[in-house]
């Protein structure tokens, strides 16, 4: 598959997931893909905020 001639929304996709793949191969990375994960939430996990009170 030649990546000039994607439309530019697929070669978004595609680098994105390449991103992902190779952050996923290392320790360090997943680490990282966590912290991502956890920054873009926008509602409070609750139970984990009620297990922190106790």
Known sequence: MQVLN??????????KESWIDALNRTEEGREILKNLWRLGQTKADLTAVRQKTR
């Open 6 to 15: 994607l439309p530019f929304g697929a070669y978004l996709v595609y680098r």
